[in-house]
């Protein structure tokens, strides 16, 4: 998702949030709260993860009404360049438990022609501000070892390894590795 390109333009991180430069010279890049009018370009970022093989072990896309039942409503965006919808990003619960309430999983997809401009991280900064301000003390995420920029912008991000759970499940076929990513909040559950 991270690379190098040219030129610059202007970001809104999350809702509200000031302009930021970002490389690659194609437009305005403003995030946005996902909509259900957005869901076929979700869809479709989702598929083209899927087919990369190293997104998720998933190997089709839920129809809207599962994948909204799943995602939590106020911890998910989607990123606009231009009048293209270049990524999503969104969070779920990771147990019904109470105790739990305040722990969430991560998704960030972007677009295959979006990728390398830095579109992720932004979809990740407005999940980080969206879950703080929801009470969310805790994100964690299950990344494939071979998908190094995701990795990346975790890591940015403040996450940290927590471990790899080794050959966790199978995707095509073959036993996958996952590492367990996290980050605790500053901000929220200190106390």
């Not at 690379?3 to 305005?28: D, F, K, N, Q, Y």
């Not at 259900?36 to 083209?48: D, G, M, Q, S």
């Not at 994948?67 to 147990?95: E, M, T």
Request: aromatic content about 8%; glycine content about 14%.
């Amino acid at each position: 998702m991270e690379g190098a390109s040219t030129g610059s333009e202007r970001v809104e991180t999350s809702p509200g949030r000031g302009g930021e430069t970002l490389p690659g010279g194609s437009g305005i890049l403003e995030i946005t709260p996902l909509l259900p009018k957005h869901w076929p370009w979700v869809r479709a970022i989702y598929l083209e993860g899927i087919l990369t093989g190293n997104a998720t072990f998933a190997t089709e896309a839920p129809g809207w009404a599962k994948w909204d039942a799943d995602h939590l409503p106020d911890c998910r965006f989607v990123a606009h360049l231009g009048d293209q919808v270049a990524g999503w990003s969104a969070l779920s619960s990771v147990s019904g438990r109470c105790v739990y309430a305040g722990v969430a999983e991560v998704s960030v997809y972007v677009a295959e022609d979006a990728r390398g401009r830095g579109v992720g991280t932004h979809l990740l900064d407005a999940l980080l501000h969206a879950s703080e301000s929801h009470g969310i003390w805790t994100l964690q995420a299950g990344v494939f070892p071979e998908n190094e920029a995701s990795l990346a912008i975790h890591a940015a991000a403040g996450f940290r390894v927590v471990g790899v759970r080794e050959r966790l499940g199978q995707r095509d076929g073959a036993w996958r590795d996952v590492v367990l990513l996290e980050r605790r909040s500053r901000v929220v559950g200190v106390k």
